[in-house]
Nanobody, 124 residues
Framework: QVQLVESGGGLVQPGGSLTLSCAAS????????MGWYRQAPGKQREVVAG???????NFADSVKGRFTISRDNAKNTVYLQMNSLKPEDTAVYYC??????????????????WGQGTQVTVSS
């Protein structure tokens, strides 16, 4: 079993900053790619940023230059540093983590796990 716990959301004024974190715990063999998605009211969930196990990163065009993604492999945690926030960044943010683990049959498998979501509201 793998659990993801997100934290760091909240209300911030335009131009402000927030840092989200997502910590993985449980029984797993390896954490693979990690990333952040968001879903605004009435819209589909969209990718925000991702980071591979090797540290390569990618970002949605809408957040390039404003958001930074990083990971602490010792803590099995991924972070999303969000700067220069805009009202259009308002959404529920979800972390997504690829994990490799042994299933109940003793086979090694890989799957994606989602965090519970954390609300980010950018408003004056």
């Amino acid at each position: 079993q793998v659990q993801l716990v997100e934290s760091g959301g909240g209300l911030v004024q335009p131009g402000g900053s927030l840092t989200l974190s997502c910590a993985a715990s449980g029984n797993f063999y390896r954490i693979n790619a990690m990333g952040w998605y968001r879903q605004a009211p009435g819209k589909q969930r969209e990718v925000v940023a991702g980071i591979t196990s090797g540290g390569s990163t990618n970002f949605a065009d809408s957040v390039k230059g404003r958001f930074t993604i990083s990971r602490d492999n010792a803590k099995n945690t991924v972070y999303l540093q969000m700067n220069s926030l805009k009202p259009e960044d308002t959404a529920v943010y979800y972390c997504n983590v690829g994990v490799t683990y042994y299933n109940s049959y003793g086979r090694i498998v890989s799957a994606d796990r989602w965090g519970q979501g954390t609300q980010v509201t950018v408003s004056s």
